[in-house]
Nanobody, 125 residues
Framework: VQLQAFGGGLVQAGGSLRLSCAAS????????MGWFRQAPGKEREFVAA???????LYADPVKGRFTISRDNSKNTVYLQMNSLKSEETAVYYC????????????????????WGQGTQVTVSS
């Protein structure tokens, strides 16, 4: 299983970015997907998740600003990030659920068994 995240970059505070994560190697539509982020010197933290059936879950700090979605025809999960803040500068990782057909989505990293390489998001103030 391979996950490739891309779409990161440099954006000013208040701006937007859309991250994408392309998956291959197993039946994408059967697995939930998650986004996590890790800032320098901090632990990896949950951002958002979407189940195989489309249920979503968000970390409190990003509710109302971030949207996770998936396109099963493209084996891709997206993270639309609006109104970005400087403190959200981090490497963003996508991950694939450990278990098929699991609902609801989960926020714990150990629920995910495959991880992408990460994409850097830098928000300038």
């Amino acid at each position: 299983v391979q996950l490739q995240a891309f779409g990161g970059g440099l954006v000013q505070a208040g701006g937007s970015l859309r991250l994408s994560c392309a998956a291959s190697g197993r039946t994408f539509s059967a697995y939930g997907m998650g986004w996590f982020r890790q800032a320098p010197g901090k632990e990896r933290e949950f951002v958002a998740a979407i189940s195989w059936s489309g249920s979503t879950l968000y970390a409190d700090p990003v509710k109302g600003r971030f949207t996770i979605s998936r396109d099963n025809s493209k084996n891709t999960v997206y993270l639309q990030m609006n109104s970005l803040k400087s403190e959200e500068t981090a490497v963003y990782y996508c991950a694939s659920d450990r278990v098929k057909f699991k609902t609801p989505p989960y926020r714990q990293p150990w629920e995910y068994d495959y991880w992408g390489q990460g994409t850097q998001v830098t928000v300038s103030s």
